[in-house]
């Protein structure tokens, strides 16, 4: 029972959750969830299991999909099962299958723990798996954020067995004999992850034979250095950006003072998605000429005399972003607008045009987040009459830029918010209001 107490006092030092709370388990059947499951019965939690079938290893997979659902069973506990098409999701997103794999999931606990009213999800991340993770981050140039590993709790996910290594978790399964399924293409090397851990990790253990435990000591070092690191970039930050509509502007003469510029300026532009090799690239616009920039994949940074501007890059065709759940947080071009539900006395009342309070009783899912086209019109907070969009940006005197990054959000093709500037009156609150849907449009450079 050793590890179970070690388990009960790592939620406690860290504050993970209490044992009132209802916990959504993510198990795939491997060694790692099925001990997690086993520690979560012991200790009495209140939680249920959710798999998700990827399809990737034919019959294979839908052995493990059979066996957590008998998991399940076992532990008289509700189960909640997806299935994806991974292959042709990657394909669709021009995103690698691991990367594909790990969206889908999290983007499927997170619609079941709202729909279900879980409080957290659980997963089975373990030291050893922070120990791959810092140094594959390492290699990939994420920063000191990178070099901290992952953390056990990031909003709604936790991960409750960072503090156990995987020797830990095998001996306990001899021990209370659990059943367990194995993944073997976790043995093969055709993802980064298992080529770090097959290959890279034992070959450097050979010359160091503590290298897992220096990483894990290095982590703890490192997450308590990027406080003081952000603390200090904030300061920076506060001094340099200056947010104009939705581009961020930055003084030339003033970034070149400071001290050290290339990690300043990453941390600048990494929430615009720009990576740790185009720090070179920017640093480079400094000293060029008015007009040179470079580009992310929805930004552009843009030398004008003794600025650099940061402004999302002008596409084509408006994008269309689904958003199936309340309690959740949709990241698009602009920023990211996070939705709440909340009870009446909870509310205070803002003036900020970033925040729509809404009936939630006139809202239904799913909505729809979207650029606006020619045609759109809606009923602008305070006036019974119905305006046309591009009559409204005329009265409020938006540029030509303003007008073509303008988002609203829509429901049964009715407009309910203008993001970032009016709601609709049809969803405004009244006295009967009796809960509130809450819309909170942030800045990229508000993005953690």
């Not at 594959?136 to 067995?161: A, C, E, H, V, Y």
């Not at 990241?331 to 939705?339: L, P, R, T």
């Amino acid at each position: 029972m050793l590890l179970l107490k070690k388990l009960q006092q790592f939620i406690a030092a860290e504050n993970l959750f209490q044992l009132k709370d209802r916990l959504l388990v993510a198990v795939s059947g491997g060694i790692d969830s099925v001990v997690l499951c086993h520690l979560c019965q012991q200790a009495n939690f209140n939680f249920a299991i959710a798999h998700c079938n990827f399809h990737l290893r034919g019959d294979a997979s839908d052995a493990d999909e059979n066996f957590v659902e008998q998991l399940s069973k076992q532990y008289k506990v509700p189960f909640y099962l997806q299935h994806f098409d991974t292959v042709a999701e990657a394909k669709a997103n021009k995103t690698s299958i691991e990367e594909t794999a790990r969206n889908l999931r999290y983007q499927w606990f997170e619609a079941i723990r709202a729909e279900h009213a879980f409080n957290y999800v659980l997963t089975a991340h373990h030291a050893d798996d922070n120990i791959e993770t810092v140094i594959m981050n390492f290699f990939r140039g994420t920063g000191i954020s990178g070099l901290r590993g992952i953390l056990p709790k990031q909003g709604k996910i936790i991960r409750p067995l960072l503090f156990a290594r995987r020797t830990e978790l095998e001996q306990y399964i001899k021990e209370n004999e659990l059943q367990f399924v194995t993944d073997h293409t976790n043995f093969e090397n055709d993802y980064t992850r298992n080529y770090f851990r097959n290959t890279i990790i034992p070959l450097v253990n050979e010359s160091f034979p503590e290298t897992s435990s220096n990483v894990l000591k290095n982590i703890q070092r490192f997450k308590e250095t990027e406080i003081l690191y952000q603390q200090s970039v904030q300061l920076h930050l506060k001094k340099l950006l200056e947010i104009k509509g939705n581009e961020v502007h930055i003084p030339v003469l003033k970034l070149l003072k400071t001290t050290p510029l290339a990690s300043i300026l990453f941390e600048i532009i990494k929430p615009y998605g720009f990576t740790a090799h185009q720090t070179s690239e920017v640093i480079a616009l400094l000293k060029s000429e008015s007009g040179k920039y470079t580009e992310s994949a929805l930004y552009r940074i843009i030398k004008n005399r003794n600025w650099l501007i940061i402004s999302p890059k002008q596409t084509t065709e408006a994008a269309n972003i689904l958003i199936e759940t309340v309690e959740c947080e949709v990241a698009f071009e602009k920023g990211i607008i996070k939705i709440q539900e909340l009870n009446n006395d909870q509310i205070k009342l803002s003036v900020d045009n970033n925040t729509a309070m809404l009936d939630a009783a006139t809202i239904q899912f799913p909505l729809l987040l979207r650029k606006w086209k020619q045609g759109d019109y809606f009923y602008p907070l305070g006036m019974q009459k119905k305006k046309k969009l591009s009559r409204f940006f005329i009265d409020n005197k938006l540029s030509l830029t303003q007008k073509e990054n303008t988002w609203v959000v829509e429901m049964n093709k009715k407009i309910i918010w203008i993001a970032g500037m009016r709601i609709d009156d049809r969803f405004k609150i009244s006295s009967n209001t009796q809960k509130v849907l809450k819309l909170t449009l942030t800045g990229p450079n508000n993005i953690a």
